[in-house]
C-alpha cells in the first residue's frame, strides 16, 4: 500500500506554535514597556509644567524668601510635591538663584524634575 503525505505532523505543528508563543511573549513584552514609558514621559511632562509653573511664581514674587521652601500641588496633582531653594549669588548684589524640585510625594524630595533659574531685585 502506499500512502500519501498530506498534512502536517504533529511535531511540526508544535515547532510551529513554539514560534508563535516566542513572538507573542516579545509583542506583549513591548506593549508593556511602551505602556511604562508613556507613563513616565506623562510624568515628565507634567512635572517639568509645574516646575515652570512654581519657579515663574517665585521669580514674580515682590520678595523673596531665602531659604528652602516645600509644599504639595493641590488636586487633581497632590501626588506631586515641590522643593524649593533661593539663595544670593555672590557675583551680582540682587541676583538669586532659583532652584525648584517636583517629585512623586512617596520620593525623597529632591529626585525627580529640576529646574533652575534667576531673579533679579534691586536693593536699595
Known sequence: MKRSARGFTLLEVM???AFIAL????????????????????????AVFL?????????????LDLGLQSGRFEQPLDSLGWEAEISPMPVLPGLFKVQ?????????????????????????
Open 15 to 17: 515547532i510551529a506554535l
Open 23 to 46: 513572538a507573542l511573549v516579545a509583542v506583549i513584552q513591548t506593549q508593556g514597556q511602551a505602556l511604562r514609558l508613556a507613563d513616565e514621559a506623562r510624568y515628565t511632562s507634567r
Open 51 to 63: 516646575a515652570r509653573t512654581k519657579l515663574a511664581e517665585i521669580q514674580e514674587t515682590a520678595e
Open 100 to 124: 525648584v524640585w517636583v517629585h512623586p510625594v512617596d520620593r525623597p524630595p529632591r529626585q525627580g524634575v529640576t529646574l533652575q533659574g534667576f531673579a533679579y531685585r534691586v536693593t536699595p
